[in-house]
T-cell receptor, first 114, second 106 residues
């Protein structure tokens, strides 16, 4: 049982390049989330998926797109990276409804945009 | 909008008790969660309050007062390994506080 896995662990991009961050969970959770965390800050929600086939914007969705590929996988895409997107990105999953407050986080992806 | 406010830093002595406060403003309310994050690591879930009162989980307890839009995390018998950042979050996982960095000193 790996929990929540994320790839890659580290990435350096040039401004304007695109990339996709991958996330998968093996806990059969319905809900999945993408957050970003800037130095010394809390987590800010980018997008979430309450269940397979649905996605919703969070607090800071601009510059990102997501895909809920199936129940296990939830990817985050940066179409044209900007230095302001330099951050640590965390994927998380939880049950839907009762129990949703308990989130399980992946190890994070550290992204540097030059 | 929604906001969750916490003190930025707290320092406490090993073996002591420390309280980390969280005041919130939310348009809807789904309870209050608490997470711990060590430097370079991922957040891990600690506790959740759906209703008013105290929830106890070992050395950690969490309290909620919905009428005051206020909660706190209480850490007892502090250990050096408790040095970390602590975040409150809305129970629907949509909003997190800015975090409190706890430093435990000998």
């Amino acid at each position: 049982n790996a929990g929540v896995t994320q790839t890659p662990k580290f990435q350096v991009l040039k401004t304007g390049q695109s990339m996709t961050l991958q996330c998968a969970q093996d806990m059969n959770h319905n809900s999945m989330y993408w957050y970003r965390q800037d130095p010394g800050m809390g987590l800010r929600l980018i997008y979430y998926s309450a269940s397979e086939g649905t996605t919703d914007k969070g607090e800071v969705p601009n510059g990102y797109n997501v895909s809920r590929l199936n129940k296990r996988e939830f990817s985050l895409r940066l179409e044209s990276a900007a230095p302001s997107q330099t951050s640590v990105y965390f994927c998380a999953s939880s049950e839907a409804g009762a129990g949703r407050e308990t989130q399980y986080f992946g190890p994070g992806t550290r992204l540097l945009v030059l | 909008g929604q906001s969750l406010e916490q003190p930025s830093e707290v320092t406490a002595v090993e073996g002591a008790i420390v309280q980390i406060n969280c005041t919130y403003q939310t348009s809807g309310f789904y309870g209050l969660s608490w997470y711990q994050q060590h430097d370079g690591g991922a957040p891990t879930f600690l506790s959740y309050n759906a209703l008013d009162g105290l929830e106890e989980t070992g050395r950690f307890s969490s309290f909620l007062s919905r009428s005051d839009s206020y909660g706190y995390l209480l850490l007892q018998e502090l250990q050096m390994k408790d040095s970390a950042s602590y975040f409150c979050a809305s129970g629907d996982n949509l909003f997190f506080g800015t975090g409190t960095r706890l430093t435990v000193i000998p």
